[in-house]
C-alpha cells in the first residue's frame, strides 16, 4: 500500500517549535502542510511520524483534530522510526515529506506518486541537470518516494548514524544498491540561482512567512511564478544567499 508518511518534530535545535509558530492566518506551518495534503490526497493514507518526546505532544494533538494518523518513534533515529512508522499503518510504498517545505508542490509531487504507483521502485524523485536528487538543494518543492524494503535494506547494509538520521541519502548514494528512478525537474527552475524554500532557521522562518503571504497573490498557483516573485525581490535573495552558506548541506 502506497502512504503519505510526513517527518516532523518540535525539538529544533535552530528553531524550536517552528511547526507549530504561527505562519498564516494563524495557523503554524505543520499545519498548513498536512491540511493542503490532505486536501489534495484524500484517497491516500497520511500519517505523520514523530518523537515520543514530551515536547511533539502538540502535533499528535494537531494529527487529531485534522484526521490524520500518527507514529511516535525515535527522535534521534529517523531511520527506524520511519520503517515503524509505516509497518504500523501497512505501508510499503512511502510517500515522504519534511514538514519544514510550507511551498511544496503538487503537481510534481503527484508525478512522483504515480511514477511510485506504476514501477517497481525503490526510490524516486527529481533531480537537477547535473543529476543531484532535490532532496540535497535548498528549493524545498519536492517530496520522495522510497520502499519500506529499501529502508530496512539500509538499517542492514550500514551502522553509520548519519544515515540513520538522513533516511534517504544511503539509497540514492548507493545507485548499484537500488532501484532508482530521478526525473529531470523544469530546466527553467536552475535559472534562479540561490533560492531557498525550506525552514531551518528563525531567519527562514521570518522570510518565508512574508513570501508566502505575497504568493497568495499568485493567481496561477505555478512553481516558475512563484520563482519569478521571489527572484524580483533583492533583498529576499540577499537573506537566502547568506542562509544557504550558513546551512549547506
Known sequence: MIGIIIQARLGSSRLPNKMVLPFYNNKGVFEIIVRKLKKEFNEIPIIVSTTTNSIDSK???LCKDIGVGFYRGSEN??????????KEYGISKIIRICADNPFIDINYLSEVIDNFKNEDLDYCSFKT????????THYGFWGEAVSLS???????????????????????????????????MPTKVEDFKNIRMTIDTKADFLLLQEIYSESKKIKSGKMIDLLKLVSSNETWLNIMEKQINLNTK
Open 129 to 136: 541537470s547535473k543529476g543531484v536528487p532535490t532532496i540535497l
Open 77 to 86: 533515529d529517523v531511520l527506524q522510526r520511519f520503517i515503524d512508522t509505516s
Open 59 to 61: 502535533l499528535v494533538e
Open 150 to 184: 529499501a529502508l530496512i535494506k539500509v538499517k542492514e547494509l550500514t551502522k553509520d548514524e548519519f544515515y540513520y538520521e538522513h533516511v534517504t541519502n544511503f539509497i540514492y548514494s548507493n545507485p548499484n544498491l537500488f532501484r532508482i528512478k530521478l526525473i529531470f
